[in-house]
């Protein structure tokens, strides 16, 4: 096979949190879009960042949740509850793997 075989064109996914919790909590799942292949940089951050502090992981999931415009949802003076942005980032770890 051809490397430029394996290339494919980058596209909006969504991913729905709906761990009983979280549904419980605010009465639906909860969706959100990320795209289905990110730049390198962005991957290795994402794998290495269950050893970085909070901070560093928080930047790197503003850059991945999205709406369905592809438009980040976490902006400046904008904040997640812990237990939706964990519950996203599990929702990531699944989908980019």
């Known amino acids: 096979m051809k490397i430029a075989q394996a290339i494919v064109q980058r596209e909006l996914i969504k991913l729905t949190i709906d761990d009983e ?3 419980m909590q605010w009465g639906e799942p ?3 879009y990320t795209w289905n292949k ?4 962005i991957m290795l951050a994402f794998a290495a960042s269950h050893t970085d502090n909070y901070i560093n992981i928080e930047n790197i999931l503003a850059k991945l949740i999205l709406n369905k415009d592809g438009e980040q949802v976490l ?3 904008y904040k997640m509850p812990n237990d939706v942005l ?3 980032y599990l929702k990531l770890v699944e ?3």
């Open 30 to 32: 909860l969706d959100f």
């Open 95 to 97: 989908a980019l793997s």
């Open 75 to 77: 902006t400046a003076g």
């Open 21 to 23: 919790g979280i549904v």
């Open 86 to 88: 964990l519950a996203a």
């Open 38 to 41: 990110q730049p390198i940089e």
